[in-house]
């Protein structure tokens, strides 16, 4: 008996079940891999032409039951190079692109609790301020009839940047660095709430 396919001597270092399946731990945390033939639905969005040997390598990220991201990368499974190299991306990029999502769903919860206790994202109520740090989004609040009308259907101006200085650290003022031209931006902790409003910034992945 001689085994032709996969070549044998191609060995990337690394077994997978008879289901394709394995299971790693990158940096603490358990990713499952799943190594599968490349079909006709892959093209062309995973990979242009389908070769002999091509594979997709898919791996996901579930904590507490919640499934954090899905990545792939294509190799060659008569490669033992690209292997290699597909499933290091794959664990890299699952474990990068599950702790962006953990951070987006804590900042996304975070605006929820403020808004069920009453404060609104300016921090009204119990007057809680971001914490030096943070990545906010500061917008104007419409303070005439005119400016009300005009934003119910437009974004009001904003402001995105991080957090250099709080009044949770007992300062009078709070300062965000916006970078570019921007640079830091200072507003007075007074009457804040009366002409801005504030909530964590929230990328698009987490929103989506």
Not at 31 to 51: F, G, K, L, N, Q
Not at 53 to 62: L, R
Not at 84 to 105: C, I, M, P
Not at 164 to 176: D, K, T
Request: hydrophobic residues 35%; glycine residues 10%; negative net charge.
């Amino acid at each position: 008996m001689e085994q032709i396919h996969p070549n044998p001597n191609f060995n990337p270092g690394f077994r997978v079940g008879l289901d394709g399946r394995a299971v790693f731990l990158q940096d603490g945390f358990r990713v499952d891999i799943h190594v599968r033939p490349a079909s006709s639905e892959d093209v062309p969005y995973t990979v242009a032409v389908i070769e002999p040997g091509d594979v997709v390598i898919t791996g996901s990220i579930t904590l507490d039951g919640v499934r954090l991201c899905e990545v792939y990368a294509t190799a060659n499974e008569d490669d033992p190079f690209t292997m290699r190299d597909a499933l290091s991306r794959v664990l890299n990029d699952a474990v990068g692109t599950a702790r962006r999502k953990a951070d987006n769903l804590v900042a996304l919860i975070r605006k929820v609790d403020q808004k069920n206790a009453g404060e609104g994202p300016s921090g009204r109520g119990s007057c809680s301020w971001p914490s030096a740090g943070d990545s906010i989004l500061v917008q104007d609040v419409p303070t005439t009839a005119a400016t009300r009308e005009l934003w119910a259907t437009r974004k009001p101006p904003s402001r995105k940047g991080q957090v250099v200085e709080s009044p949770a650290q007992g300062v009078s003022v709070l300062s965000i660095d916006c970078g570019g031209e921007w640079g830091v931006v200072s507003y007075a902790a007074g009457d804040f709430s009366q002409r801005y409003t504030w909530m964590p910034a929230v990328t698009e992945e987490a929103t989506a």
